[in-house]
């Protein structure tokens, strides 16, 4: 072989490996640096929320294109039953709250909905947080005619959880912390924390309770004695408001609520103040509604009729419609008593030096309703776990009967399984969970 062709052989195997190791340079160079690109944005990303769907680059963007020029406090927050309300000072039951009056508009910034509310004071009627879709929305305050970016001085992250509907649960989550934006890699234009709702849909099995059924009485809240609520017509008052209780709990359960009787049999003695009471075994479970079921007497036997209470600091909008409904589809009638709401047998429980009177209601509201600060053995028994509570109870009393009325009395014996079944149809109507 000639020499030349040993050459151009050579100088050919060369070029090849040349090509070769700087393929496999090239190679592994690039993998190298997209694995430390990826790791640097992950590290970046890092305790970033991402909303609706998006990066957190996206995320970010989608947040800084929002309007914030104008500015609006919220200084507290609190829930009653499904109602998220707003403050702009610490919340005190005896004032009037700047926010009240004005309006109230959420923007959902995965789908751009609108939602609008118009403050009127009553602490069930702010924001329905259960109906909701799910999304990731801002929270504006319509002040001077102006639009406000509501946000607050203190970092807020809190987690409620709406009622089950169809077996799933809204998880409502509250933020105002301008840190989840951004970190010291990437940082937002945020110079406020602006108040935001999470919206998801929640198919966890978690522990938290829909409703509270509480049958009165087998207690010694009146004494060193136990009491059992009237007696009449053969009837003690404790041992049907527990029976009927097991009825309401079986239907709401049907359909996928998460239930708790306050009497864990129909012998249990229960106090209702106090560590390990009713009031605290429902603030245990995070429950959003509470009922509590009653009986009246009175001298005269010809006295009858039924009628539900809520408190004084709400509409009687949810009452009014459970109340219907049981009148609508028993045999059960109204006492005729009106309250504010001018609704014969649909009352308000009515105020003691600015508080609701009556104390089932009161002191399972939390904060809202002022819980464990009206006495002294409110003070004494129920401050530790209710004073402070965000999330109240949405709670009414119905008096069912009059035990004292003989027709009254032997219709219940007959139909109290059919009154369970309509109490619980009407919560289950009103909540949206049964059309």
């Known amino acids: 072989m000639p020499v030349y062709y040993k050459d151009q052989r050579k100088e050919s195997i060369k070029k090849s490996l040349f090509l070769i190791v700087l393929f496999l340079i090239t190679f592994f160079t690039s993998a190298y640096l997209l694995d430390k690109y990826q790791r640097n944005e992950m590290i970046k990303s890092d305790g970033i929320l991402t909303i609706c769907g998006l990066d957190y680059k996206e995320s970010i963007e989608l947040i800084n294109q929002q309007d914030q020029d104008d500015t609006y406090l919220i200084s507290d927050y609190l829930y009653y039953g499904e109602t998220l309300n707003l403050f702009n000072s610490v919340y005190d039951i005896k004032s009037n709250d700047d926010i009240v009056g004005r309006t109230i508009i959420l923007k959902n910034l995965c789908t751009g909905d609108e939602l609008v509310y118009l403050i009127n004071g009553k602490i069930d009627s702010q924001i329905p947080v259960e109906t909701l879709a799910d999304g990731f929305y801002s929270i504006n305050i319509v002040y001077d005619l102006i639009q406000r970016s509501a946000y607050s001085k203190e970092i807020i992250d809190n987690t409620f959880y709406t009622v089950r509907r169809n077996e799933t649960s809204k998880r409502i989550r509250l933020i105002a ?7 010291e890699e990437i ?6 924390n602006y108040l935001y709702l999470e919206v998801q849909s929640n198919n966890d099995d978690t522990d938290v309770y829909d409703i509270i059924i509480d049958p009165g009485h087998s207690s010694t809240d009146t004494g060193n004695y136990v009491e059992y609520g009237g007696k009449a017509n053969g009837l003690i008052e404790a041992e049907e408001t527990y029976k009927i209780a097991l009825v309401i709990k079986d239907e709401l359960e049907k359909y996928g609520l998460k239930v708790l009787i306050t009497r ?13 009471g009713r009031l605290y075994r429902a603030y245990q479970v995070d ?6 079921l009653q009986m009246r007497v009175a001298s005269n036997p010809n006295i009858k009729g039924t009628q539900i209470v809520h408190s004084s600091f709400t509409s009687n909008k949810m009452a009014t419609a459970i109340f219907n409904y049981l009148v609508d589809n028993t045999d059960l009638v109204s006492t005729g008593y009106t309250g504010s709401g ?7 429980s ?4 600015g508080y609701d009177g009556r104390m089932v209601i009161r002191e399972s509201g939390g904060r809202i309703l002022e819980a464990g600060t009206f006495s002294e053995l409110a003070q004494q028994e129920n401050a530790s776990f209710a004073k402070n509570e965000r999330n109240g109870l949405q709670t009414f009393t119905i008096e069912y009967i009059y035990l004292t009325n003989p027709d009254e ?23 949206n969970v049964i059309e």
């Open 177 to 183: 912390n301008k840190e989840v934006f951004g970190n």
């Open 350 to 353: 009515g105020t003691i030096d």
């Open 342 to 348: 001018k609704i014969p047998g649909v009352l308000a």
């Open 287 to 292: 429950a959003k509604y509470y009922f509590d």
């Open 409 to 431: 009395a032997k219709a219940w014996q007959e139909n109290y399984q059919e009154y369970g079944k309509k109490t619980a149809e009407a919560i289950l109507s009103y909540l």
């Open 187 to 192: 940082s937002s234009d945020q110079q406020y």
């Open 264 to 276: 864990n049999d129909e012998t249990e003695v229960v106090d209702t103040y106090g560590e390990n």
